[in-house]
């Protein structure tokens, strides 16, 4: 099901499956900020990325001793999410476990999505809530594509910029790099900055993703070629994936928040102990958010 917010400043379009963003545009001038599907390269918008970051090693996870099979990126953007609130300006997108999720994912909790439209802006905030007797243990993140303003003219995306706020400081940072199989080597690349910035270029994308592990970034944004910003992403995860189709044709790029990431190869360890897992106890609601700036 489509659902439609609207204030002064941007209009938004919803989608209950996978509670996902479809369509954000700016008013002042009729400007889509959104990637638009193309399945040509990539067929997704904004998905959310919910229990899991990325692959897992042997695509499965062990929790109490028993294996369970993982899905790249967890069910979260797979399932239908109940509309549990509609406002002119705010939607919250609710899910509840199941005996289907139960059985690969073994916790029990109700999954709330809330997106609230600002003045230039819109705010998705994560609520997660244990509704089970033990701990459980989750990832969560954001995985929204941003058209890029020379789509479909020479150029494309190349010759852009993407700037990380809080390292503004820095004259270089450093990118984990995914093997094959989608795992996180012991391989680093350097990217170099100015002013918190790094050109896109042809081969920036051949080797998936970029991946900032504790670099202390608060935001992330693309500028165009004159380098004027047009969109921001705002959040205080400890991981931001920088990803795109390795296709330079491709007229998109994704800025992603993760409150967690992609196993490590070789990984051997429980859900509990993979890194940035994040916890909720018996009970209590875990909160997140991030803000989409244009």
Known sequence: MRIFLENDTVKVELESFGAE?????????????????????????APFLFPFIGKLQDERFVHEGVTYPADKHGFGQRVEYEVAVQEEDRVVFRFVDTEETYAKYPFHFELD????????????????K?????????SIG????????????????????????????KSMIFSLTLDDKGLVTDELRIIDLKNGSFVITKEM????????DGEGITAAALLDKNGEEYVRVECNAPVWGIWSHPDEKAGYVCLEPWYGICDYEGYDGTLAERPYTQV??????????????I
């Open 205 to 212: 994308f051949e080797k998936d993703a970029l991946i900032f």
């Open 21 to 45: 963003i479809k369509s954000l545009v700016k008013k002042e001038n009729n400007r889509e900020i959104m990637w638009g599907a193309d399945p040509a390269f990539w067929g997704k918008t």
């Open 130 to 138: 244990n509704t089970g007797d033990g701990d459980m243990y989750f």
């Open 142 to 169: 954001g995985h929204a594509a941003f058209a890029c303003p020379q789509a479909g003219k020479e150029g494309l995306r190349n010759g852009q910029y993407v700037k990380l706020y809080g390292a503004e400081h």
């Open 280 to 293: 909720a106890k018996p009970g209590e609601t875990w909160e997140g958010y991030n803000v989409i700036r």
């Open 113 to 128: 999505i809330e997106y609230v439209l600002l003045d230039n802006a819109i705010r998705e905030n994560w609520y997660v």
